[in-house]
Every structure is written in structure tokens, then in C-alpha cells.
């Protein structure tokens, strides 16, 4: 069958001398891999496509039983190529790329990641505002979409803030469980996310090691409620970001 779907680019692997395998996040058929063929020739019509990060429409021959499908045509959905030009961007976009490789099912259609995906990737385009302490805030949006997110409770806060990791909770009181006590700025993070106040976080010049620690609860967490989650190979452009 010949399927058409838009598309994000998550993953590109080089196959024999000229042709990669491609995965895909598509709007109709979830996650799936294609092959397409002869795309480092310098002729290809997949010439300057198959980037992560890009947003395609594609047509490509489905069937649901064969783990590579066959890529027929792809071109171009929207402009993300700024991305690849600004370190901050990339760093946040890579991450979350692998991210939504590893929380999506191949052939499960998921139109809440694929949304949040192609939105993310329009906005760090677009956007001339910084994005480097944007992470935690696409780490607590995942968790919202995997059923696990988090929840801001009320309680006295004599003792400051901690997230629960088995109660899956931000609050004054520490669960029965394991949990990390917040700082002062990571609370206030956090406050902002609940509150729905992205805009302020990209405003705010928090410091750097509050938000790799951060990032690090976060992760704990979402691995703690999703075991198969493994360790991002991408974190590394954060260690350099976050200095």
C-alpha cells in the first residue's frame, strides 16, 4: 500500500554505501523506519532531507508486517534548518528527538507526540528567544503525555519543596519514598510549568547547575515510572551547554 503522512525525522543510520535506514515519527502510522535508497548520491531527490529534526511530508510503500519500509517521496513540511545552526536549539531539539524515539511504539500511531514533536520543532525555529533551560519543561510535557506527570500538591513548606518519585508529586512534604529535595529555584521551575508560564522560564536566567540537577531528578523520575527509558548519548551537548 502507498501511505503519505507527514513526518519528523528522528533517527538516520548509513546502510551499505549510499542508502540509510530513516526513522520516522508520522502523523498516521506512529513510528516506523524507511529505507531510503541512494540518498548520498549527489543526485539523490533525498538529497538534504533525511536531517533529524526535519519535517517531511512523505509517501512510502506500508506494510504493517515488514520492520523497513520502502521511502518513495519526501519534501519538505516546514522550515526547521535555523535549529542546526544555533547550539542551544540543537542541544534541546536532539534531546528531545531521542526522547520521543525511545517513549514512541513502532506502527501506534501516538497524534499527542507527533503534535508536541512537530510544535517544538516550529517554535525552536521561529523563536529568537534562548531555549537552554527549556529541558525540564519538555521532560515534564512528556511525562504529562506518557500518563505519568507530575502533580503540584499544597502543603506547609517549613521544610521547602520535594519531588516524590513514587507518589509522582512536587510538594512541602517528602513522600514515603525516594525524593529530592528542591532548591529554591528549582521549585520556583516548577511552579511556572504547573502555572503554564513557559514564556517566564525562557525570560528567567536561572543558574546553570540548578537545571542540570534538575533535569537529572527529572530523569530519575520518568525512568523510576517508565523502566525501559535508557540514558540520552545526547546529554553530552548539555554538558557543554549548561557550564
Known amino acids: 500500500m502507498l501511505a503519505k503522512s507527514t513526518a519528523i525525522v528522528l533517527r538516520i543510520v548509513d546502510f551499505k554505501e549510499s542508502s540509510k535506514i530513516v526513522t520516522l515519527l508520522t502523523e498516521g502510522y506512529g513510528k516506523i523506519a524507511v529505507m531510503a535508497r541512494g540518498v548520498n548520491k549527489p543526485k539523490s531527490k533525498f538529497a538534504g532531507l533525511m536531517q533529524p529534526g526535519n519535517l517531511l511530508d512523505v509517501m512510502f510503500y506500508y506494510k504493517q508486517t515488514r520492520s523497513v519500509q520502502n521511502l518513495s517521496e519526501a519534501n519538505l513540511a516546514d522550515q526547521t534548518w535555523k535549529i542546526r545552526s544555533d547550539i542551544e536549539k540543537m542541544a534541546i531539539a536532539t534531546a528531545t528527538l531521542e526522547m520521543l524515539e525511545q517513549l514512541t511504539h513502532e506502527n501506534e500511531e501516538n497524534q499527542e507526540f507527533f503534535e ?123 554538558q557543554q551547554l549548561l557550564q
Do not use: C
Request: proline share 3%; charged share 20%.
Open 116 to 238: 508536541f514533536g512537530k510544535s517544538l520543532l516550529v517554535w525552536l525555529h521561529q523563536s529568537k528567544l534562548s531555549p537552554k533551560y527549556l529541558f525540564p519543561y519538555i521532560q515534564m510535557r512528556l511525562s504529562d503525555l506518557l500518563g505519568v506527570g507530575l502533580q503540584a500538591m499544597e502543603s506547609p513548606v517549613q521544610n521547602g519543596y520535594f519531588l516524590n518519585i513514587d507518589e509522582g508529586s512536587v510538594s512541602g512534604m517528602q513522600g514515603s519514598g525516594m525524593a529530592f529535595r528542591l532548591s529554591e529555584t528549582q521549585a520556583y521551575y516548577m511552579e511556572l510549568v504547573f502555572s503554564g508560564k513557559k514564556s517566564q522560564i525562557l525570560k528567567n536566567d536561572f543558574a546553570s547547575v540548578e537545571i542540570k540537577n534538575l533535569i537529572h531528578h527529572l530523569d530519575v523520575y520518568i525512568k523510576h515510572h517508565i523502566p525501559e527509558i535508557r540514558d540520552r548519548r545526547s546529554d553530552y551537548i548539555f
